[in-house]
């Protein structure tokens, strides 16, 4: 068997799991976030090649690509004109902060088409995986300064979005 | 700045929860991040909701790893996309030699050619089969073994690793076969469902289990290519009836190319 398939699979009886948890929390859909942990996986299939050993470990890159995948799933809902993300599920039965997931899929309901790609994946590095920022500045090849900046315009974006729009409308 | 967005607040890294959790950390990390999350009433439900999640999603890992396997296998034997101005190098040649190739193949079609040996039955596609019953308010999933009773409703959720055929149908205690879908008898309509992309793909409607009790096995079939849904349905009855409900045994036995997967239930009169 190829030696990349064999790489995949290793990695995915490894971090399939924890990758659905995340998936599962952004997207709000079970069903929904089993596909994002497949896509997750063929996406880093394709891009093995590009993993570079100086990335701190596979599973902060696999959450990168997650994110990648699951932001694509909810610019398509919205594309759609599909339900709002936080009417959705709570990000599990029994969730420690079932009101705390569903409203960042609010806010990332509300913000996607309002922000560029790179700001969504920030925010969800930032918020949902509490990465640090001089780390997102790293991944990113941006300033520490530049990520700082992004998340306090954000910050004033998302509020204006939520109080004109409520939390949950 | 005070925080309008309401986002702020997670005490411990979702990321550090999932690294410990996959075990990525070094014994003297973990070690710490353990005794901080022991102090903190939210990472440790964060905790236990990680690792709920990953057991969820473990329970079903054979077929998930079935299905990405497939893809990437698919993904490997595709001819790579090639832009139509780099195609142009191998049609240039081709038709600079066309003369030269028509009075060979001439020669080639005079002598006869050997047919190509069939292959065994290559089985192809994956195929991920869901089940959800609503039973009044309540919806649970639906594994083998699990007790239904009448009035049910089921709804499907197949995933697949291509485009391709898909036949639904039950057999139930007594022999009896009843096409889910496509809903039609399949000797009046052979044609099974298409479905023209691998994913997941949520049959419309459900479907609202009959009063006959015991055990009932639900078929899924998918296959690549075409098929007779009426064969099918009949020759996989005949191997449910006596021989192992084996995926690969019962696509082959059935002729298909493609994939067949049972879940048996049992079904049973309404509780007190």
């Not at chain 2, 079939?221 to 409900?245: D, K, N, T, W």
Request: glycine share 8%; net charge neutral.
């Amino acid at each position: 068997m190829d030696d990349r398939i064999r790489t995949i699979e290793q990695l995915h009886g490894r971090y399939a799991g924890v990758l659905y948890d995340k998936c599962v929390r952004l997207l709000g859909d079970r069903t929904e976030a089993e596909d994002a942990v497949q896509e997750t996986f063929i996406n880093a299939f394709r891009a093995l090649a590009d993993f570079e050993e100086r990335e701190r470990g596979h599973l902060p890159w696999l959450y990168r690509i997650a994110t990648n995948v699951c932001l694509k799933i909810i610019r398509t809902r919205k594309r759609k004109g599909a339900k709002q993300l936080g009417d959705l599920e709570p990000a599990a039965p029994g969730s420690s902060d079932p009101a705390e997931a569903a409203h960042f899929r609010t806010v990332l309901d509300r913000l996607a088409g309002q922000v560029d790609e790179r700001t969504m994946e920030i925010v969800v590095a930032h918020y949902l995986d509490g990465i640090e920022q001089g780390e997102i500045a790293r991944h990113y090849g941006i300033s520490r300064r530049a990520v700082v900046k992004r998340l306090t315009s954000l910050r004033a974006k998302v509020g204006h979005l939520l109080e004109n729009g409520g939390k949950h409308a | 700045m005070p925080d309008p967005t309401g986002l702020e607040g997670a005490k411990t890294p979702r990321l550090k929860l999932a690294q410990l959790v996959s075990g990525d950390l070094a014994p003297d990390e973990a070690r710490a991040l353990e005794a901080e999350i022991e102090n903190d009433e939210g990472s440790r439900q964060q905790l236990a909701e990680i690792r709920k999640n990953v057991e969820e999603y473990e329970a079903d890992a054979d077929r998930h790893m079935a299905l990405l396997r497939a893809r990437m296998v698919a993904e490997q034997s595709a001819p790579a996309a090639v832009p139509w101005w780099r195609r142009l190098r191998y049609y240039l040649p081709a038709m600079a030699t066309a003369a030269a190739a028509a009075v060979v193949a001439l020669l080639i079609f005079t002598r006869g050619f050997e047919e190509p040996t069939e292959p065994d039955v290559a089985f192809k596609g994956a195929l991920a089969v869901k089940v959800v019953a609503k039973r009044g308010p309540e919806q649970f999933m639906v594994a083998s073994g699990q007790q239904l009773r009448e009035g049910d409703a089921l709804r499907f959720v197949v995933t697949t690793d291509g485009a391709g055929y898909i036949s639904v149908f039950s057999v139930d205690s007594r022999g009896k076969v009843s096409p889910f879908y496509p809903e039609a008898d399949p000797r009046g309509s052979p044609a099974p469902l298409r479905v023209d992309r691998a994913g997941r793909h949520v049959l419309e409607g459900s479907v609202i289990l009959d009063d006959a009790l015991g055990p009932e096995h639900l078929v899924v079939v998918f296959s690549p290519e075409r098929f007779e849904r009426a064969a099918v349905h009949e020759r996989i009855r005949r191997q449910l009836e006596s021989g192992p409900r084996v995926s690969r045994l019962l696509a082959q036995v059935a002729g298909v190319k493609g994939r067949v997967e049972v879940i048996t239930v049992e079904k049973v009169a309404e509780g007190p």
